[in-house]
C-alpha cells in the first residue's frame, strides 16, 4: 500500500502525481526504539516528534541536471556519511547503503555556495518547518506529513532555475533528552543539509522551476 | 530487500517461572501489537502544536499485568471456581466484560486484558480497587540490543500475584501498558498483548518476563 503522494502543480495546474512506498530506514527504527522507553521513570530517552521535511536531487534516480553545472557546483556528490557518487541512494533496499541522510540534499533558501561552507551555512535552511508542514492523523493509527513547497520562492532561486527532485525525507526535530545535547545520528539542524532522518523516499524526477509547486502528502502508520 | 508502508511491530514474549533458581516452566509467543497502542505510538511522535511545541502524548511503557482470561486458558474449572472465580467470584469478571475466556492474541481490537488478577492486594470483586496493584513497573532502563529493539523486563516475586485464598493462579494472558495506566485500576488498556497456555502461579515460583518490541 503507497504512502507517499506527490502532487506537482504548474501554474496551479496539476500535472504530475505519484504515488511511492517509502522506507522507514534503520534510523527510525531506533528512533521509535528509544521513544517508547525511559532511562528512569518520568525521564524519556528521547523527546524529539516528527517536525521536518527535505527533498534533494541524488538517490538511483538521479536526472542527469544534477550533474550539471549549476547543481553539480553547488551540490557536489561526496559529501553524504558514505560518500557516494550521488547516484546510490534508493528505498527498495535502503541498507546498502544504510541510508541516514538524503544524498544529495537541497536548500529551501539560502546562498549557492558548495555543501557546508563555514561561513554561509548558518544563513541556508536546508529543511522545511512548520508552517509549511503540518501534520494530522488520517486515522487515528497513522501521522500524516503534509508539506507543500512554493518553487516561485523556494528551492529554484538564483541561477538555480531547474532543480529535478529525485528524493525526499522525514526528520523529527533531533532532541534527544529534554535539555541535553543529542548525538549525532540523533541532532537534526535546519542549517545544514545533512541531518539524519527516519523516513525516505526516491522517485522519478520531478522538475521544479519557478511556476511549480509541489505537495508531498507521507503517512506513517503502524500495523499490528 | 525491504519495501515498508507500514512499520511492523514485532514482539516477543518469554515467560520463565523459576523455583529455587531451576526453571520449571516457560512460555514463548509472540504477542499482538494491539490498536490502542498503534494509536498510543502515532500520537507520541507527534506534536499537538508548533510555536510553542506541545507534544501529543508523553506517555512510555512502563508497567505489566497478567491475567486468567484468554483463549489458551486450560485451566477453566479453576479460574471459574471460587476462590478465584465462581458465584462468590473475585476474578470472574462483572466490571465491563464477561470474562469468558474469550479473547485471543490475534484480535488488535482488545482494549484490556480480558480476567486481570492482582499483583498484590486484597479480594474483593472487581471493580473495587483500593489497595490492589494490578499491573506493576518494568525494570528501568530497558535494553535497546538491537538498537531498533526496546526489550522490557519484570520479575514477578514469589509473593505477588499468588497470596491468601489464592493459592494457584492459572495464568493465561498477559498486558504491556504505558505509564498513562493506573496500576490501582483493573482494566487498563494494554498496547500489546498476548495469551498463552496456562501457567499456574504458586507462592514457590518466580515469573520473570521479558518482552521485546522490534521496529
Known amino acids: 500500500m503507497n504512502n507517499v503522494f506527490i502532487n506537482h502543480y504548474r501554474h496551479g495546474k496539476l500535472v504530475d502525481h505519484r504515488e511511492l512506498h517509502n522506507v522507514w530506514v534503520d534510523n527510525g527504527r531506533k528512533y521509535l526504539a528509544e521513544m517508547i522507553t525511559e532511562t528512569v521513570f518520568g525521564s524519556p530517552v528521547r523527546e524529539d516528534r516528527l517536525k521536518y521535511f527535505g527533498v534533494g536531487i541524488g538517490s538511483t534516480r538521479r536526472n542527469v541536471l544534477a550533474t550539471q553545472a549549476p547543481l553539480s557546483t553547488s551540490y557536489p556528490a561526496g559529501n553524504d556519511p558514505w560518500a557516494t557518487a550521488g547516484n546510490e541512494y534508493q528505498k527498495e533496499y535502503a541498507p546498502s547503503p544504510d541510508v541516514q541522510t538524503l544524498e544529495l540534499p537541497v536548500r529551501k533558501s539560502g546562498g549557492e555556495l558548495a555543501y557546508d561552507d563555514p561561513l554561509l551555512s548558518a544563513t541556508d535552511v536546508w529543511l522545511f518547518e512548520p508552517p509549511d508542514v503540518y501534520f494530522t492523523h488520517q486515522t487515528t493509527q497513522s501521522v500524516t506529513a503534509h508539506c507543500f513547497i512554493d518553487a516561485s520562492t523556494y528551492v529554484t532561486y538564483g541561477s538555480f532555475t531547474q532543480v529535478p527532485l529525485t528524493e525526499a ?13 543529542a548525538p549525532a545520528d540523533v541532532a537534526v539542524d535546519v542549517n545544514k543539509p545533512y541531518s539524519p532522518l527516519v523516513a525516505y523516499v526516491n522517485f522519478d524526477t520531478i522538475l521544479l522551476d519557478s511556476n511549480s509547486t509541489v505537495e508531498f502528502i507521507w503517512s506513517v502508520r503502524f500495523a499490528p | 530487500m525491504r519495501i515498508i508502508d507500514d512499520i511492523q511491530v514485532k514482539q516477543n514474549v518469554y515467560i520463565t517461572a523459576r523455583e529455587r533458581g531451576k526453571i520449571v516452566a516457560r512460555r514463548e509467543g509472540h504477542n499482538i501489537f494491539l490498536n490502542t497502542g498503534r494509536e498510543w505510538l ?48 473475585a476474578y470472574r469478571a462483572s466490571y465491563s466484560q464477561a470474562g469468558a475466556n474469550n479473547q485471543t492474541d490475534t484480535d488488535p481490537d482488545v482494549v484490556q486484558v480480558e480476567r486481570p488478577v492482582r499483583v498484590t ?57 504505558t505509564s498513562a495506566a493506573n496500576p490501582e485500576f483493573a482494566f487498563n488498556p494494554p498496547v500489546a498483548y ?22
Do not use: C
Open chain 1, 169 to 181: 525525507g522525514l526528520y523529527t526535530d533531533g532532541v534527544h533528552n529534554a535539555g541535553g545535547a
Open chain 2, 42 to 89: 502515532a500520537a507520541l511522535i507527534s506534536y499537538a502544536s508548533f510555536a510553542p511545541d506541545v507534544f501529543e502524548n508523553v506517555d512510555r511503557v512502563r508497567y505489566m499485568g497478567f491475567g486468567i482470561g484468554g483463549f489458551r486458558q486450560l485451566a477453566l474449572p479453576t479460574a471459574n471456581s471460587s476462590p478465584i472465580g465462581g458465584v462468590s467470584d
Open chain 2, 121 to 177: 492486594g486484597g479480594t474483593n470483586d472487581y471493580p473495587t480497587n483500593t489497595g490492589d496493584r494490578w499491573v506493576e513497573q518494568i525494570q528501568a532502563p530497558p535494553e535497546h540490543n538491537p538498537a531498533s529493539t526496546s526489550t522490557f523486563r519484570r520479575l514477578f516475586g514469589q509473593q505477588e500475584i499468588n497470596y491468601s485464598p489464592y493459592i494457584s493462579v492459572p495464568l493465561s494472558e498477559i498486558g504491556l501498558f
Open chain 2, 194 to 215: 498476548d495469551t498463552f497456555d496456562t501457567l499456574s502461579k504458586t507462592a514457590a515460583f518466580e515469573l520473570e518476563v521479558i518482552w521485546t518490541l522490534s521496529f
